[in-house]
Every structure is written in C-alpha cells, then in structure tokens.
C-alpha cells in the first residue's frame, strides 16, 4: 500500500513537471499562431501612365492645390469617418471621372473615385497615393482608395468600405490590391496586382 502511494505521488510530480516546462512553449505556439501575418506593401515602380490618364483632370487639379499638411492620425480617422458617411452614388454618365472634392463635399455624395478624392483634399498631403485597382480578389469591378504613410507604416484609407485606418502590410493579396497609384510626383504601377489578379 505504502509503495503505490508513493508511486502516485511520484507520477503525480512528474506530470506536473512537464505540465510547467509545456507551458511557456504553449504560450509561444498560441502567440504565434494568433498574430495576423504581416507582407511587404506593394509601393509601386514609377511608369509613364496609365489608361487612366485621360480621366483623372479633377484628380490631377486637386493634387496641384495641396499644400505640405502633416495631419495627425486622429484628423485623418475624422475626416475618414466623414467620407465613410456621405452616400454612396455612381454616376454612370461618368464612369471614370472622379467628381471635385467640391461636388463631393456639396452633395454629401459619391463613389470611391470621389470619396476618396475628397478625403485627400482635406488631409492636403501631397505625397498621399491616389489607388486604382480592385477591393478583393474576386472583384469584377475596379476599386479606388487612398494609400498613406505615418510613422513608417503604409495606411489604406478607404472611405467607401471601412470607417477604420486598415494597416496595408496585414491584408497584402487579400484587400485593396493595387493595379495603378498617383501622387503629387507622377504615376505608379503596382507589379503584384497580377499576381493576385488573374482576369
């Protein structure tokens, strides 16, 4: 009786010991696997233009109205909450025209050319990205956000979608892939898009 009470007690510790060493390895393998995977952002390789070009004169007008703003991420999730509000309106007569921030603004309506138009008028930063290119994977249609740096982290500002910032290094391939991007110095194209993009 006295040896299986002790060989009990003996079992007992031993599992208990390998229940703690376990335990910090448990911890790590849950971390891991809980933190969203995170990719390189696709920036863009400078081109001479895009079949775009012929359409983006409000875009271009507003670009050459910016001035040198830095705005404050709590300012950009304001004004980006305000875009996300206004109603969502798709002129068919002008598929590929995004209206004036002015129109926009009047109207408290627009796509995404013009919502985010709109948005980067206010945040009045020159070096913010004017994207073309589709929201999922699976769009039929093209897409247009805004893609912003702060604090050396690339931001996707998409008022037609979300209310929110999206952290672009975490929906790489997923969200918002980009095909064409602008900003104040020229014209971008996005290499990855056909990776992810087959028709």
């Known amino acids: 009786m006295l040896v299986n009470v002790r060989c009990m007690l ?48 409000p875009m271009r007008q507003t670009y050459a109205r ?54 980067l008028s206010k945040m009045d930063e020159r070096d913010v990205r004017y994207v073309m290119g589709k929201a999922k994977v699976s769009s039929r249609i093209s897409h247009v956000w805004l893609l912003w740096q702060n604090g050396g982290k690339w931001i996707i500002l998409d008022p037609t979608s979300t209310a929110d910032i999206i952290e672009a290094d975490r929906v790489v391939g997923k969200k918002d892939i980009p095909k064409y991007s602008y900003d104040s110095r020229g014209t971008y194209k996005h290499p990855t898009y056909s990776e992810y993009i087959k028709n």
């Open 10 to 57: 003996t079992a007992r510790r031993r599992a208990r010991t390998i229940h703690l060493k376990l335990a910090p390895i448990s911890a790590v393998i849950l971390a891991a696997t809980s933190l969203p995977l995170r990719a390189e952002v696709d920036t863009g390789r400078p081109c001479e233009g895009t079949p775009y070009d012929a359409y983006m004169g």
């Open 66 to 119: 910016l001035g040198d703003g830095s705005p404050s991420i709590s300012d950009v999730r304001s004004q980006l909450r305000t875009a996300y509000r206004f109603r969502y309106y798709f002129d068919p007569a002008q598929p590929y025209t995004p209206q004036t921030p002015e129109v926009t603004e009047s109207r408290q309506q627009g796509d995404c050319k013009a919502k985010s138009l709109w948005l």
